[in-house]
């Protein structure tokens, strides 16, 4: 059997060993091990990359699309409120897992782990 594309499935929320077992176990909290073939991702640690990602993602979507709608219409400030508030929201939240899983199946993919100092 070929092995999966740990980036692809750690883009799907796949384990990044099988591609095939849940990689988290709620919405951002990492499974303790894949339910297929029970690797252990409880190791796995992709710190504050993720959020990191997302801000510039996010903000840069977000940021130019507003500029752009009042550079072009000039609305009043309540529109900008009432659509680019939960835009940013919806894009934030939309982009967070799939960039986690991502930056926890470059991990396994490079061999990365935590250094451990006992």
């Not at 009432?82 to 986690?100: D, E, Q, S």
């Not at 991990?107 to 451990?116: G, I, M, V």
Request: with cysteine; net charge positive; charged share 15%.
């Amino acid at each position: 059997m070929d092995r999966p594309n740990p980036l692809l499935a750690g883009l799907k929320g796949r384990c990044p060993n099988c591609g095939e077992g849940r990689l988290f176990s709620g919405f951002l909290t990492v499974a303790p091990a894949c339910d297929r073939c029970g690797y252990d991702l409880a190791k796995a640690d992709s710190g504050d990359g993720p959020a990191v990602f997302v801000i510039l993602i996010a903000g840069f979507l977000c940021a130019f699309t507003m500029l752009f709608v009042e550079m072009a219409y000039k609305p009043p400030i309540w529109v900008h409120l009432v659509v680019f508030l939960p835009l940013t929201l919806a894009v934030c939240i939309g982009l967070l897992r799939p960039l986690k899983g991502v930056l926890l199946a470059a991990q396994f993919a490079n061999k990365a782990s935590e250094a451990r100092h006992d």
